[in-house]
């Protein structure tokens, strides 16, 4: 199976949000929608962070699963939770 990716930024001036990514046996696709400027956010990341983060974790975790599709992406939100570190207040 061949398969073309493209994404780009909502914005110019912005990084780009979306991840695309696959492997033989999955397809990832988030789309990055951000959010609203001036909105208080925990995290120092940012949303291109999270979803290439995300993306990326899901598609190996998905590689060495046999485990339910809701649950493989549990465990990987969990896993960049994780990830986050100190510096992120997830709670806010
Ligand atoms: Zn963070």
Redesign the pocket.
Same mark, same amino acid.
């Given at each position: 199976m061949h398969l073309i990716f493209a994404t780009e930024p909502a914005h110019a001036s912005r990084p780009n949000e979306d991840f695309v990514g696959a492997t033989p046996e999955a397809v990832v696709l988030l789309d990055g929608a951000g959010h609203p400027s001036g909105m208080a956010s925990g995290?120092? =990341?940012g949303v291109a962070?999270?979803s290439h983060t995300l993306g990326s974790t899901l598609l190996a975790t998905l590689g060495n699963s046999s485990g339910q599709f809701d649950e493989v992406l549990a465990e990987s939100i969990k896993t960049v939770s994780s990830r =986050?570190?100190a510096?992120?207040d997830?709670v806010c």
């Open positions: 995290c120092s =990341h962070w999270y =986050h570190g510096i992120c997830l």
